[in-house]
């Protein structure tokens, strides 16, 4: 009974390995019907190593698509000095169920507080469930988009921004942004609206984003689009660089 236990496991477990690798079903088929025990823990073995070497391949395709800056993890994150809304948590970015529900994310705080650090660990943790993310900073993507626009290229660059469920945009507010490229950001903010996830960083309040792009109607349409489905998450405290700097540790000379 328990030789006949562990064939039928281990015939269940290649029947699902094949399908995952999308075998022919007469493969599978052929093992269970003249394989010995033996014979089927070795090719349930060599089915699972190789539906983890495609899982890896897949995630290491996905990380570098998404171009983050570095590759950052919750790992030893402290996420003491974040506000969160009362019906929102961390857990919620750590397992990605926010990118399924196509929800929203504004990081908001000083500078060096770990917005960025917060949001590219969110967009690793997607990836690695097999999720499709693309990272820009603010001024590369309307720099990306100005020029795709210059040159016939526009509708390509948004495809691809298309094809990611969650969409990442560091650093808003940091460089003004002229009425074109305001224009062209716009425009791939209204279109992730209730498509896609996206995580803004920014040390900017709201009443301050039309000062960015010089245009108060868009920014409060751009807004009012980011938290409709979506949190605001406040970020306290000191910069973490400046707190760690070596400058800091030397003595001043007097």
Same mark, same amino acid.
């Given at each position: 009974?328990?030789?006949?236990?562990?064939?039928?496991?281990?015939?269940?477990?290649?029947?699902?390995?094949?399908?995952?690798?999308?075998?022919?079903?007469?493969?599978?088929?052929?093992?269970?019907?003249?394989?010995?025990?033996? $014979?089927? =823990? %070795?090719? +349930? =073995?060599?089915?699972?190593?190789?539906?983890?070497?495609?899982? $890896? @391949?897949?995630? /290491?395709?996905?990380?570098?698509?998404?171009?983050?800056?570095?590759?950052?993890? #919750?790992? /030893? *994150?402290?996420? /003491?000095?974040?506000? %969160?809304?009362?019906? #929102?948590?961390?857990?919620?970015? +750590?397992?990605?169920? #926010?990118?399924? =529900?196509?929800? /929203?994310?504004?990081? *908001?705080?000083?500078?060096?507080?770990?917005?960025?650090?917060?949001?590219?660990?969110?967009?690793?943790?997607?990836?690695?469930?097999?999720?499709?993310? +693309? #990272?820009?900073?603010?001024?590369?993507?309307?720099?990306?988009?100005?020029?795709?626009?210059? @040159?016939?290229?526009? =509708?390509?660059?948004?495809? !691809?921004?298309? $094809?990611?469920?969650?969409?990442?945009?560091? &650093?808003?507010?940091?460089?003004?942004?002229?009425? &074109?490229?305001?224009?062209?950001?716009?425009?791939?903010?209204? !279109?992730? *609206? &209730?498509?896609?996830?996206?995580?803004?960083?920014? @040390?900017?309040? %709201?009443?301050?984003?039309?000062?960015?792009?010089?245009? $108060?109607?868009?920014?409060?349409?751009?807004?009012?689009?980011?938290?409709?489905?979506? *949190?605001?998450?406040? %970020?306290?405290?000191?910069?973490?660089?400046?707190?760690?700097?070596?400058?800091?540790?030397?003595?001043?000379?007097?």
């Amino acid at each position: 009974m328990i030789k006949q236990n562990q064939r039928a496991a281990a015939c269940a477990e290649i029947q699902t390995l094949s399908r995952k690798l999308m075998l022919s079903s007469q493969l599978s088929e052929t093992c269970l019907e003249k394989g010995t025990q033996k $014979q089927l =823990d %070795f090719v +349930r =073995d060599l089915f699972a190593e190789e539906a983890a070497r495609r899982e $890896q @391949n897949k995630i /290491n395709r996905l990380l570098k698509k998404a171009s983050f800056p570095c590759i950052k993890t #919750f790992e /030893n *994150y402290e996420a /003491n000095k974040i506000a %969160f809304p009362d019906d #929102f948590s961390l857990e919620s970015i +750590r397992d990605s169920s #926010f990118v399924c =529900d196509k929800l /929203n994310l504004v990081l *908001y705080g000083p500078v060096g507080t770990g917005k960025t650090h917060l949001a590219v660990a969110a967009g690793v943790a997607a990836c690695r469930l097999g999720m499709s993310v +693309r #990272f820009y900073t603010v001024a590369s993507l309307v720099r990306l988009l100005s020029t795709a626009s210059k @040159n016939g290229k526009l =509708d390509k660059v948004i495809r !691809d921004i298309q $094809q990611a469920q969650l969409l990442i945009l560091d &650093e808003w507010g940091y460089v003004p942004i002229d009425t &074109e490229g305001a224009r062209l950001l716009f425009q791939i903010v209204s !279109d992730c *609206y &209730e498509c896609r996830s996206v995580i803004i960083t920014t @040390n900017l309040e %709201f009443s301050r984003w039309g000062t960015v792009i010089s245009d $108060q109607q868009m920014a409060a349409a751009m807004i009012d689009r980011l938290i409709h489905h979506g *949190y605001l998450l406040v %970020f306290q405290g000191e910069s973490y660089r400046m707190t760690h700097a070596l400058m800091r540790r030397d003595t001043p000379p007097g």
